[in-house]
Every structure is written in structure tokens, then in C-alpha cells.
């Protein structure tokens, strides 16, 4: 905690703000959290460590997406066993929709079935290699079945919650992802998203919608519209369109509509998606990781912020250290030379405090040194963005440490600094207001 006092003090010198964060948008759910790696146990289970670290950067919310049957029974598990810290989202993801499938062959409802291989969350990463042609139909009586277990599923985690443990907070994840037609075809993935909003329209009281749309806006928005009217004036607790990476236009006809934009690191790839993100208009922001995935990378257009934030950040902490220095050599010599001309006078006891604010910058030099001894032992120069964490493969696991490609929600400042920086306003007013937001349409505790 204390390293990150001085990030604070160093970053917003002005204030002493405490940035507080809620993940809208985390697969804690998946496996890779567990330490299972395509049904492979590459590491011990760490997802308590995982919460730890969001919970010591300020993360202290954490919205656990459900996106099948299995992995909103999980999410919904891990909300119980960490209440007022984690919630839930129960929904049936566009790439998890083939279940409506004729051909599918499971049962739907994969966590009943002995056996079964451990699912990954779908990467966000577009992979059109094999798209799923149309033409198969969509399996009615099984869609009929699914939708009433997804109903009852909703109803007995609404029916076991408390207000000071709520659990499940939204409907969702679901929408359109045609980037990812290899999963499910086109037209089963539009008879999901109907038959999901009908259910999610039906509900008393309504749920709030946590919606994934990928290159199907123009059906992504007709869909809700014909479930919540052209206003979406029947759709009564809003929604997010969560990982936006859509156009400028696309996002204001969203704003317009009422619904709230989630930013992670996949809306920071190109020129155009930060243009995207600059015209967000803070009311309307969220912030999310989508961890496992989608963590911001230096070849990420939006990566340069982050370096720019942090440069910004140490050269206000050299200036704060270098002041501190100039203050105290003076007072020092000051002190020194009063504590040799007078005796038990009441000066005396400011004295007292000197030695103490000369040690400061002492200490500091010293700390600087050491670093700088221990990078020339490593050999390696300075990381641009320093990583708050240790960060090591997934095979050289080690406690404390973060596995390289697993984003975890502790990262999720870089995403309200990089949002920030292209906004060119301050962490302060991106904190809060996507805090503000998502308390509001989720029901949290603020
Ligand atoms: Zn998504």
C-alpha cells in the first residue's frame, strides 16, 4: 500500500485523491484464475491473490461475467464468497450460443454433464478463419428449454440474495459478435440475442443488460430496439455495451439511446478507437479489464498515454524530492547552529524534528541508488510502464506474482490513466465518474 501512496502523491501531487476502480467486465470465472490452462493445472489456484491485488490498487468491485449456464452458476459462486467485493452477470454470450443449435450435442446446461473439459471465456481477439455458415436452423424446443432454465436460474439467485449481498446485478453477457462467426453462426447468434432480450424484458423487476456487440451494430441495435421500443423507453435499468471497439457514430447512437460505453484495453488498438474513446462522454463511461484477455499492449495505439502518464508521474515526484531536499539542507544547517548557540531554551523543541525531515531525502538517495545498483545487476533498462506487480510466465509461477497474458482486474488503472490521458482530463474524473455510473446502473453500494 505504500508504494502506492507514492504513485498517488506523485501522479495527482495537487490532491491526495485515492483512485477507486469497479472492473465492470472480469472472467474471473474462467479456469485460468484456478491455475487450469485448457484442462491442464499449470500452477496453484491463486484467485484469492488475484481479488488481493485488484482489491490494493483501489479495485474494491468486481463484476464477474457470466457468458454460459456454467460459468454464471461460477460467477454467481464467487459473488457469495466474496460478497460486497465481487457480482455477477447471468447470459448466454454470442460465442457460447450454439447450445440453439440442432447440431449442438451437449446438453446446454454444460455443468451437468460428468466430465466435461474445463471452458475458457472466449478470447477477444476476432478469429473469422471458419465462420459457421447459415442454413442450420435453430433448435426451438431446446431454445424453449434453455430460455426457462436461464429464467430460473435468474430467479433463484434473485430469490437468495440480500441487499447487502445482491450477487447477481445484471442480465448479460450477450449481444452479436460477427468477428467471431467460428463459434456460431450468424443466425443462431440472432435468435440468442431475441430470445434473451424477450426474457430480459420480461423480468419484474428488470435486470440491467450487459451487452457485447462486434461488428453487428446496425442488428445489434434493431434487436433491442424491437425488445424495448425505438427509445428503448421499456428497457427499465439501462445497460452497457461492454469492450466498445465500435466507430465514433456507433457509439453515440448507443449514448442516445440511454446505454453506457465499457472501455478496456481492446478499445485502445488503433488511431481510430482512442478517437472513439475521446468522445465518450464521461456520464456514459465504464471501465472494465475483460480479464483473462484484452490487456493493453505497447503496440496498442492507447499504450503511449500510459508512458506519457507515467513520465508525467516521476517527474513530479523527482520535483517533490528535490524540494523536500532544498528545504531541509538550509533548515539542517539552521538547526545545527541553534542547537549550538542556545541551552534549554523552548526553541529547543522545535529542533527536535529536524533530524527526522533530513533523513528524508537521505533515505530516498539511498533507495535510488539501490535501484540503480540492482538494474545494472539485471542488465535491463527501466520498463517505460512500470509493472506495479512481478510479472512471470506461467510455468515459473510464484506466489505474489502475476502470470504473463493473464490480464488481471489490478491492471484496470492503466485503463482509467490511458483513458484519461486521451480525454486529457484527470484520473480524478474518470475515477469517479465511471464509478458514479456504474453504482448507479448496477445498484452497488457506493
Ligand atoms: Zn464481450
Not at 545498483?373 to 520498463?383: D, F, L, M, V
Not at 486521451?422 to 475515477?431: A, D
Request: aromatic share 6%; net charge negative.
Amino acid at each position: 500500500m505504500a508504494r502506492i501512496n507514492t504513485q498517488q502523491a506523485s501522479g495527482t501531487p495537487a490532491t491526495a485523491y485515492t483512485p477507486r476502480y469497479i472492473d465492470i467486465g472480469i472472467n474471473l470465472a474462467d479456469p485460468i484464475f484456478r491455475g487450469r490452462y485448457h484442462g491442464k493445472q499449470r500452477h496453484p489456484d491463486d484467485l484469492k491473490a488475484v481479488v488481493g491485488r485488484a482489491v490494493e490498487v483501489g479495485c474494491t468491485k468486481l463484476i464477474v461475467t457470466g457468458s454460459s449456464f456454467k460459468s454464471s452458476r461460477d460467477a454467481l459462486k464467487l459473488a457469495k464468497e466474496f460478497p460486497g467485493t465481487v457480482f455477477s452477470t447471468a447470459g448466454i454470450h454470442p460465442c457460447s450460443s450454439s447450445i440453439f443449435s440442432p447440431s449442438h450435442h451437449k446438453h446446454h446446461d454444460e455443468s451437468q454433464s460428468e466430465g466435461e473439459e474445463d471452458e475458457h471465456t472466449p478470447a477477444c481477439d476476432p478469429d473469422p478463419s471458419k465462420p459457421i455458415p447459415d442454413g442450420e436452423g435453430v433448435d426451438h424446443e431446446r431454445s424453449t428449454k434453455i430460455i426457462a432454465d436461464l429464467s430460473d436460474f435468474i430467479t433463484q439467485a434473485r430469490n437468495n440474495t440480500s441487499s447487502s449481498s445482491p450477487g447477481l446485478v445484471a442480465f448479460g453477457e450477450f449481444g452479436l459478435d460477427y468477428d467471431r462467426l467460428h463459434y456460431c453462426s450468424k443466425e443462431v447468434q440472432l435468435h440468442s440475442f431475441a430470445a434473451q432480450l424477450a426474457l430480459a424484458a420480461s423480468l419484474t423487476p428488470q435486470l440491467p443488460l450487459f451487452l457485447h456487440s462486434r461488428a453487428a451494430h446496425a442488428d445489434f441495435v434493431r434487436l433491442l430496439k424491437e425488445a424495448f421500443g425505438p427509445r428503448l423507453e421499456r428497457l427499465e435499468k439501462g445497460g452497457v455495451v461492454h469492450s466498445f471497439t465500435g466507430t465514433v457514430d456507433e457509439m453515440r447512437e448507443l449514448m442516445d439511446l440511454g446505454l453506457y460505453i465499457g472501455i478496456n484495453g481492446c478499445s485502445f488498438k488503433t488511431a481510430e478507437n482512442c478517437e472513439v474513446v475521446r468522445e465518450v462522454d464521461l456520464s456514459r463511461l465504464m471501465i472494465e479489464t475483460d480479464g483473462p484477455w484484452c490487456e493493453v499492449r505497447p503496440s496498442h495505439e492507447g499504450w503511449k498515454y500510459l508512458v506519457e502518464w507515467e513520465a508525467k508521474a516521476k517527474a513530479a515526484s523527482e520535483a517533490i524530492a528535490a524540494e523536500e531536499a532544498e528545504v531541509a539542507a538550509p533548515a539542517a544547517a539552521a538547526a545545527a547552529a541553534a542547537a549550538n548557540n542556545s541551552t534549554n531554551s523552548s526553541e529547543g523543541q522545535e529542533n527536535v524534528e529536524q533530524p527526522e525531515r533530513k533523513e528524508k531525502p537521505k533515505k530516498q538517495q539511498q533507495q535510488q541508488q539501490q535501484q540503480q545498483q540492482q538494474g545494472k545487476k539485471n542488465q535491463k533498462k527501466e520498463p517505460e510502464v512500470p509493472e506495479r506487480y512481478k510479472v512471470v510466465k506461467k510455468e515459473k509461477w510464484e506466489e505474489g506474482a502475476m502470470v504473463k497474458g493473464r490480464n488481471e482486474p489490478c491492471t484496470i488503472e492503466r485503463v482509467a490513466k490511458i483513458v484519461a490521458g486521451i480525454k486529457g482530463v484527470s484520473l480524478e474524473e474518470v475515477c469517479e465518474a465511471a464509478w458514479a455510473n456504474t453504482v448507479k446502473v448496477f445498484g452497488l453500494d457506493s
